[in-house]
């Protein structure tokens, strides 16, 4: 993979250079001006007791409600397709509306609290949802002919909002974006981490110091992505979770896993002697990279955490990508590591000309 | 290594001394929808990286000099 | 087999010929044991687990640092001419699991002492124990036959072997907070096939390794 440019034209690169230069524009650009879908940021008042009329004022995110005020519905569900509906909706502004819903004051089934998950339907711009939105206490008196006031509605007669949008989920609410700059600094990293403990079983198979050089390469520049996640990551856990630590298993792992590493260097300059250097530090890498899997795939799953995307794949899974975010999160992740590769490389490159002299 | 802790420490404290100007205007950085701190990350990485490659570059001029000297 | 139980017993005798090796181990434990427990006064039952595991990592990092320090060049060179590698390494890696295994038991018994004794699956707790002596001593002895070749090779064991325990450490953690009942977890056979498969994995890693490193 290492072609050095014949000529002096700046513009003769290799092929996946170019790739990934247009894969991180796309990346920039598309993860910047795509919007997102509507919201809602808050419910007033969250909690009431059942068995009285209440009203809610809700303020919505992106959200157009004055736009055709004939169409606007909105629900309650308690869970499943069990729902009430709202008897009247209030438009006062594009971000604000008040609705009215009476909650019954029995309930299909017996709990301590019940919470219920705000549908809002709008024929412009589609749906939103806040989930666990109003806290309700159950009644003192109970009358169970108010059972019918529930419905059995799976909401599915919706509008969807056409267009290229993100999804908007309630805590992440922009910072879902960050999902294509702060995730494949991971990627990235694994995949540094990964080719240089493949160079290092190359060196461990003929000890030529070519391969040392070309794994601590990759070393050195997984590092900085490593660095640049647990940085990017610790801005946004400031301002989602208050504080730049909160002991997460992620940030905990992903902190061990630079101090291995962090370990190794440390250790490479204590040696003196260039071949010995070379093969211990090949073989830590391979020790190192090989423990590096359990840390990362393995223990996070088996743990509660707050991290988005939690449960399952760490990142991939579940709720919060949904097929529009994968357009341009698999990009991102392609287009960081081909960076990555490309940063690496040069600094192989210096190394071996500071080497040669 | 001890020059990319200082940076990434450097670049930290540049967003807590933000933090704290932003405290007087209530939360600036987790207005609308939290946009500042994708803007935050995106800008961390850029400046990251481009002061990566400027230290690059200053080590392969370095080299040249030295190969010219030869 | 024979040559590596000689070298073991070599190595015992070394060790038991200057006294204050074992009563140094056991007086490290005492002591850093009555520190912990003076500042936190008594201990329940999950700090209990916590206070072990930290005072065994420590301890055992500190047994097992001077594995390798021991011999001079020439014993080395001695040794290198005349054992396997993969046979030296059996040999260190034997008597440091049953240096850690006694530790393990020592450290039970003043903590019994001191704190009381919480653990409620005696059997749990004492596999727990085994299981991670085993894979703290394959992990230990390689990475000290690394720092060995390093300048400052007792920080450096420090540095490279803690992150590396800490994948057996949290599984550690879980299984002695099940086995003191702290936490309801009803299935402590999966932390069991983990820890024993990533004790598989150091155990695979460092056979494999340790001739390739100890060539010098």
Redesign the interface.
């Known amino acids: 993979m290492m072609q050095e440019s014949t000529t002096n034209s700046p513009f003769r690169l290799a092929a996946w250079k170019w790739a990934a230069m247009i894969i991180l524009i796309f990346v ?1 650009i598309a993860g ?1 001006i795509v919007p ?1 879908k509507p919201g809602i ?1 808050k419910v007033t008042p969250d909690r009431a007791v059942a068995g009285e009329m209440m009203v809610v004022d809700v303020i919505g ?2 959200s157009f409600y004055l736009t055709d005020t004939t169409k606007l519905r909105g629900w309650l569900r308690l869970s499943g397709d069990t729902v009430i509906q709202a008897h009247h909706i209030q438009a006062w502004d594009d971000r604000n509306l008040s609705a009215s819903f009476y909650i019954p004051s029995v309930f299909p089934v017996r709990q301590e609290a019940y919470p219920l998950t705000l549908v809002l339907d709008h024929g412009a711009e589609g749906t939103s949802i806040l989930p666990n939105a109003i806290f309700i206490t159950p009644a003192s008196v109970q009358d169970t002919a108010e059972m019918k006031l529930w419905f059995r509605d799976k909401i599915e007669h919706v509008h969807e909002k056409a267009g290229v949008q993100y999804p908007f989920r309630n805590i ?4 879902i ?2 999902t294509y ?2 995730v494949p ?1 991971w990627f990235c990293m694994i995949i540094l981490f990964g080719v240089s403990a493949w160079y290092s079983l190359q060196y461990y198979r003929n000890a030529d110091i070519d391969f040392d050089r070309k794994s601590v390469a990759f070393i050195k520049v997984g ?2 992505f490593g ?2 996640g ?3 990551g ?3 856990a ?3 979770w208050n504080a ?1 630590w909160s002991w997460d298993v992620k940030q905990n792992m992903s902190a061990i896993s630079l101090l291995i590493y ?1 370990a190794l ?2 250790m490479r300059s204590s040696v003196e002697d260039d071949m010995q250097k070379a093969r211990l530090t090949a073989g830590y890498n391979m020790f190192a990279f090989v423990l590096l899997i359990p840390l990362l795939f393995i223990i996070p799953r088996m743990t509660d955490s707050l991290h988005p995307g939690n449960g399952g794949n760490p990142a991939l899974g579940g709720e919060d990508l949904d097929n529009t975010m994968r357009m341009v999160f698999y990009p991102a992740v392609v287009g960081f590591i081909l ?1 990555g590769l490309w ?1 690496s490389q ?2 192989y490159r ?1 190394d071996k ?2 080497g040669n ?1 | ?1 001890s020059v ?2 200082i940076l ?1 420490f450097l ?2 404290m540049i ?1 807590q001394t933000a ?1 704290a100007e932003g405290e007087s205007t209530p939360d600036f ?2 207005s ?4 500042y ?2 803007a ?3 800008l ?2 850029l400046i ?2 481009f002061i ?2 400027i230290r ?1 570059d200053r ?2 001029s370095r ?1 040249e000099k ?2 010219k000297n ?1 | 087999m024979n040559r590596i139980l000689n070298l073991v017993a070599t190595e015992a005798r070394i060790e038991l010929r200057e006294r204050y090796a074992l009563s140094g181990i056991v007086l490290y434990v005492l002591s850093s044991s009555f520190i912990v427990f003076s500042i936190w006064k008594q201990l329940p039952p999950k700090e209990w687990g916590l206070t072990f595991w930290v005072i065994f990592l420590f301890c055992s990092l500190m047994a097992v640092l001077k594995t390798f320090g021991r011999e001079s060049e020439g014993r080395y060179f001695y040794y290198y001419t005349l054992y396997h590698p993969l046979e030296l390494f059996a040999a260190k890696v034997i008597y440091n699991f049953l240096l850690l295994v006694f530790i393990f038991l020592v450290l039970w018994f003043v903590l019994f002492v001191m704190a009381g004794n919480p653990i409620l699956r005696i059997g749990w707790f004492l596999t727990t124990g085994l299981m991670s002596c085993i894979g703290l001593s394959f992990l230990l002895t390689l990475i000290t036959s690394i720092a060995i070749k390093t300048q400052q090779n007792a920080s450096l064991t420090a540095v490279m072997a803690l992150p590396l325990m800490i994948p057996l450490l949290i599984n550690i953690l879980r299984l002695t907070a099940y086995s003191s009942g702290t936490t309801p977890d009803e299935n402590p056979w999966n932390e069991l096939m983990l820890l024993s498969s990533i004790i598989f994995l150091v155990i695979g890693l460092s056979l494999w390794l340790f001739p390739y490193l100890w060539r010098s």
Do not use: D, P
């Not at chain 1, 992440?172 to 910072?175: K, N, S, V």
């Open positions: 920039f910047w997102l940021i995110y992106n992440l609410a922009e910072t974006r960050n700059f702060h600094m590092l900085v660095l640049l647990m940085v990017t610790m801005l946004w400031k301002n989602t730049y962090a260097m440390v960076l940063i040069l600094v210096t000309l500071k002299l | 290594m990319k802790s990434a670049l930290l967003f933090q950085i987790r609308i929808g939290k946009i701190v994708v935050g990350v995106c961390i990485i990251t990286l990566y490659m690059l080590k392969i080299i030295r190969q030869e």
